[in-house]
């Protein structure tokens, strides 16, 4: 059984939104730094964005900021990704994943993954 579980995705036109959310199974997961990372086809994995468990220490990749924005529900141990003004480039599987700890960027350092849900820009 997965423990994190990503939904949301689907298909929107440029400057379109689209809200992905990631439900973790176990309570201890308020406990954990959740973030987002993204992978499109014959690419590299790439850092999204990241929240600590308090919700008060947020990071975002380069290629997002100022258009999305990531949150966390701690009673619901919920993690969301709003994404705004999408572009076709942000089209890619996008993956939810946690650690215990602090923030981190480096996709390495996430202990636990998400199946991946998939998020298309049509131009």
């Known amino acids: 059984q997965a423990l994190l579980e990503e939904s949301g995705g689907g298909l929107a036109q440029a400057g379109g939104s689209l809200r992905l959310f990631c439900a973790a199974s176990d309570a201890s997961y308020r406990d954990y730094a959740m973030a987002w990372f993204r992978q499109a086809p014959g690419k590299e994995r790439e850092f999204v964005a990241a929240?600590?468990?308090?919700?008060?220490?947020?990071h975002y990749g380069d290629s997002v900021k100022g258009r999305f924005t990531i949150s966390r529900d701690i009673a619901k141990i919920t993690v969301g990704l709003q994404m705004n003004s999408l572009k076709p480039e942000d089209t890619a599987v996008y993956y939810c994943?946690?650690?215990?700890?602090?923030?981190?960027?480096?996709?390495?350092?996430?202990?636990?993954w998400g199946q991946g849900t998939q998020v298309t820009v049509s131009s």
């Open positions: 994943a946690a650690r215990f700890g602090q923030v981190r960027v480096l996709g390495g350092e996430y202990t636990d």
């Open positions: 929240i600590s468990w308090s919700g008060g220490n947020i």
